[in-house]
């Protein structure tokens, strides 16, 4: 698992909404099983993943439990690969169900482009519900992620 | 007779896209994401709700009225009780004009799947999932009766906590209200608090404050009744040009005066008006305000959520302005003035020894002369809150 070093151009960044529901040994897997696709795509050149995380300051929680990822290219979503990275993705917040008291929080991830726009969001609303899948359509841009 | 123009401040967020991170920090600790999701702590919330409520009536030529709110944070249970009864027992809030109480908690995963908002202790082992803002408004038996909004804008809910959940996992609670009551020295019989030099109006503004055009901003002060603890409350308000030079309130500060001690418990100045030297200002002020008023020992008192906030300016360049109370009025207001220590604001002559060492000449002498007068007065009628 990479850490939020080198080129932000290279890399996909996988930041929780709240570090506190999601540690990064809870993502590791996830961030470790799309690496390993971004390898198989380059071999000389893949992109890398990342963890970030920021500690969660204020005092409103979420219901829904959200994570956002940051792509280093908006075309990424529109590369065969990332039919894989999506089926990570929603697996691994299908998984999230399980976790005591959280059967009924909808798990919601954000996808980002580089200029910090949402490509894509995706929305699962129970253990056995459908992901779906929605383009985004944001007027306000999402702050660029750090780095 | 001169009509009677009022305005509200000029609300901008003065934040491009690209600053908001920044931005949001400035305001009260948020990150970014947690500002687009609603994640504010109950002192961001105050903060915005003052300056955005405030209200400035020009009666005349350099005289107006100041509608300014007032939020007091409440610092145990007891106090949350009695502010509930003050808030309840008016269910008009003729006398008060109490908002709901709000209260930043401590979370935990079974208040996601409470049953019916019925929030029960949280496990053994169940682990913490940050903060969360309810607004309290009932007690009954063992519970509070509570409203809160998930943070991503679902609809409004509400629910019951435990008494002990709150005793255990309270992290801040504060009461904004639009009228304080009254302090039984100092208010007429309409419950008016407001005290400062000229007439007294019994509606919702302070009494009428002459601006001073040429200083960089104009303090005046207000004694509040606590709605947590009855003790009085000293609100110092800074009235500084907005860009159209029409005075807004640009800065407050909020401290809390328990027999010879006032703690301050609030120092804001909104992010436009910073690097100005108002929050330095109003912090001396408040000293020699609390200090004509009896007050023999003050502090400054960071609270959690702003701790935070303050906390992520470290991070930032000098340039962003980092809200500090310079450090010769922090030291000078931690020490004990019974004990004569230098610096100390033992004395009225000291008190105008240290005024003199901030402020525009102009400043200086309005503060001065305000000053002598409140001295004045003291002498005369012996004035102080322990005779009250």
Redesign the interface.
């Known amino acids: 698992m990479a850490t939020l070093e080198g080129p932000l151009s290279r890399q996909l960044i996988f930041e929780p ?2 570090s ?2 999601m540690s990064p040994d809870e993502l590791a897997p996830l961030v470790d099983s799309i690496q390993l696709i971004l390898n198989e795509e380059s071999a000389t050149n893949p992109f890398t993943v990342a963890v970030s995380f ?1 500690e ?9 439990e ?1 994570l ?1 990822v940051f792509l280093p290219s908006s075309n990424l979503v529109k590369d065969a690969i990332w039919t894989k990275i999506g089926d990570r993705i929603t697996a691994f917040m299908r998984s999230r169900f399980r ?7 909808p798990r919601v991830t954000h996808i980002y482009g580089p200029r910090g726009e949402i490509l894509k969001t995706v929305i699962l609303r129970s253990a056995d519900d459908d992901p779906d899948w929605q383009d985004g359509g944001e007027d ?4 660029l992620p750090r780095g | 007779m001169t009509p009677i123009k009022s305005w509200s401040p000029e609300w901008e967020p003065d934040t491009k896209p690209e600053d908001f991170p920044a931005a949001a920090r400035i305001l009260g600790g948020a990150t970014s994401r947690f500002l687009r999701n609603g994640f504010s702590s109950p002192i961001f919330n105050k903060r915005v709700g003052l300056f955005e409520s405030q209200r400035v009536t020009e009666l005349d030529d350099g005289h107006y009225n100041i509608q300014c709110l007032f939020y007091e944070r409440l610092r145990s249970l007891d106090e949350i009780y009695r502010a509930l009864v003050i808030r309840n027992k008016d269910p008009w809030q003729v006398d008060y004009r109490a908002t709901a109480i709000e209260l930043s908690i401590d979370i935990f995963p079974s208040f996601y799947d409470a049953v019916d908002g019925v929030v029960p202790m949280p496990g053994d082992g169940e682990p913490s999932r940050g903060g969360h803002n309810i607004a309290v408004y009932d007690v009954e038996e063992d519970h509070f009766l509570f409203q809160h909004v998930w943070s991503n804008g679902l609809a409004l809910d509400s629910g019951t906590l435990p008494i002990d959940y709150l005793d255990l996992h309270l992290r801040e609670a504060w009461m904004l209200r639009f009228r304080t009551g009254q302090l039984p020295d100092e208010a007429d019989e309409s419950g008016v608090s407001a005290r400062a030099d000229g007439e007294v109006r019994t509606d919702l503004f302070t009494p009428w404050i002459q601006i001073n055009q040429r200083a960089m901003c104009t303090t005046f002060f207000q004694w509040k009744e606590g709605a947590g603890s009855g003790q009085p409350w000293l609100q110092v308000v800074a009235i500084a040009k907005s860009p159209s030079g029409k005075p807004v309130i640009a800065g407050w500060a909020h401290g809390r005066k328990d027999d010879d001690l006032i703690e301050f418990e609030e120092l804001f100045v909104w992010p436009r008006y910073r690097g100005k030297k108002i929050g330095t200002v109003m912090a001396a002020d408040a000293l020699m305000m609390a200090r004509a008023y009896g007050a023999l020992e003050g502090s400054w008192v960071e609270t959690t959520d702003d701790a935070h906030s303050n906390e992520l300016f470290q991070s930032f360049p000098e340039e962003w302005m980092r809200p500090t109370i310079p450090h010769w009025l922090r030291n000078a207001s931690w020490i004990p003035c019974t004990e004569k220590p230098v610096n100390a604001i033992s004395e009225p002559a000291d008190m105008f020894e240290m005024m003199m060492s901030f402020g525009t000449p102009e400043q200086r002498a309005i503060q001065a002369a305000r000053l002598r007068e409140i001295h004045d007065d003291n002498s005369e009628s012996n004035h102080n809150f322990e005779d009250s």
Do not use: T
């Open positions: 909404q709240n506190l529901e920021e969660p300051l204020g005092a409103a929680n979420n219901l829904w959200i956002h976790k005591p008291h959280e059967a009924e929080r306000r841009p999402f702050p």
